[in-house]
């Protein structure tokens, strides 16, 4: 155990080390490009940071500044308290981002091996630990969304990991209730803050979670996805104008066909969801969310980034899930629920989203959630195998 242990703490320290580092090179990297060390352009073409960048500078002199999200404000301010007006700050405030995205999926981690499966010797504990912090490190699109830029993105994962671990508290370990209720709030307000469907992607996965389990009706999954799928037919039909989070069903579709008419890069999927009826939208939106999923599928290739994309990220993805499916007796109500999160996550992306690109930019909220479920249950897969195999030994 002594050794496993070792391995975990040397792998951490290893991935916090690289995160450093990289972000370190992406900055004088992005200096050389003549853009104030902002973005790294591997691809050509830019992004948000550089937005981030002037607003943050507006903030911190004081001036008028365009309000997207709270992420301006933040980092304005903090340049202006530090009295330091460098984008290397910047960097520095979102690595720390990571840092803390790390240790409340960590936690996560730990509190699903307490409250179902404590058993488990910590050798096992500490190898779900350390597969989760390969995969950070092998996972291309987090490491691109955290350093070759200074977008909000990293602080969305982390913000919503955190209520994930916070409500997982308040629901399934039922100790100090009314102080977890207080900091999940919080939270969530702040999720909202950084970007609005994070927030309600994250209470409508509550919502279901709930109905799910305290209306007996909806206990069975066949019934839940008739009942669901009905309900949103309905909405579809008859209510695409009603407002939620600030935009509108028929916003939303009008966005994503703007970006169909507007983008013709190779990195689009080309699904149209504005269809004359429900049964069409429904076809293709379930396209679209196999695709922001795991995208890019193999007719979306176009070229070496979607290639490199399919390769490192797609295919292994594929894999997992395929686990998970395969070994879904093992999954405990805490996990199911975690999943549950990443799910919703993406079918909302579904459907705003064309983008192979942007997903791989946004889905890794999704890709977090099921990482942090599958390392702990091929730890318990490998501790039931060993532990079956120790007894025909001993037989």
Do not use: C
């Not at 690595?95 to 050798?123: A, H, M, P």
């Amino acid at each position: 155990m002594r050794q496993k242990k070792l391995q975990y703490l040397t792998i951490q320290q290893f991935t916090f080390l690289a995160y450093l580092a990289l972000t370190t090179l992406m900055f004088f990297l992005a200096m050389s490009q003549g853009n104030e060390g902002v973005t790294f352009r591997l691809f050509g073409g830019g992004d948000d940071g550089y937005f981030y960048w002037i607003q943050a500078q507006n903030v911190a002199a004081g001036n008028a500044w365009i309000r997207t999200s709270i992420y301006p404000l933040i980092i304005g301010t903090l340049m202006k308290v530090t009295g330091v007006e460098s984008v290397y700050l910047i960097r520095l405030f979102n690595y720390i981002g990571f840092l803390l995205l790390v240790t409340f999926s960590l936690k996560i981690i730990r509190i699903q091996f307490k409250i179902d499966d404590n058993k488990i010797g910590q050798e096992y504990k500490y190898k779900a630990q350390t597969l989760l912090l390969v995969s950070y490190l092998l996972y291309a699109s987090l490491q691109m969304n955290l350093n070759f830029s200074i977008l909000r993105d990293i602080w969305i994962y982390t913000v919503y990991i955190l209520s994930t671990y916070l409500s997982i508290k308040l629901i399934f370990h039922k100790k100090n209730r009314f102080f977890y209720f207080v900091v999940l709030a919080v939270s969530i307000w702040l999720l909202g803050e950084f970007r609005g469907y994070a927030m309600l992607s994250f209470l409508l996965s509550l919502g279901i979670h709930f109905a799910y389990t305290k209306v007996k009706l909806l206990k069975k999954p066949k019934w839940l996805a008739f009942i669901g799928v009905g309900a949103f037919a309905m909405y579809y039909s008859f209510f695409m104008d009603l407002t939620v989070s600030g935009m509108s069903l028929r916003r939303a579709l009008n966005y994503r066909e703007a970006a169909l008419d507007f983008h013709s890069g190779g990195s689009q999927m080309w699904i149209s969801l504005d269809q004359s009826n429900f049964i069409f939208f429904l076809i293709n939106y379930v396209h679209s969310y196999i695709g922001n999923l795991i995208g890019p599928l193999p007719w979306h290739i176009s070229g070496v980034s979607t290639l490199f994309i399919f390769l490192v990220e797609t295919i292994p993805m594929i894999l997992i899930l395929r686990f998970l499916w395969k070994k879904r007796n093992l999954l405990t109500k805490v996990q199911r629920y975690i999943l549950l999160h990443g799910f919703v996550w993406v079918s909302l992306i579904g459907f705003t989203n064309d983008n192979l690109g942007t997903a791989s930019r946004l889905r890794p909220v999704a890709w977090i959630l099921i990482l942090i479920v599958f390392v702990v249950v091929y730890a318990k897969n490998r501790y039931l195998k060993d532990s079956t195999r120790k007894q025909v030994v001993v037989k």
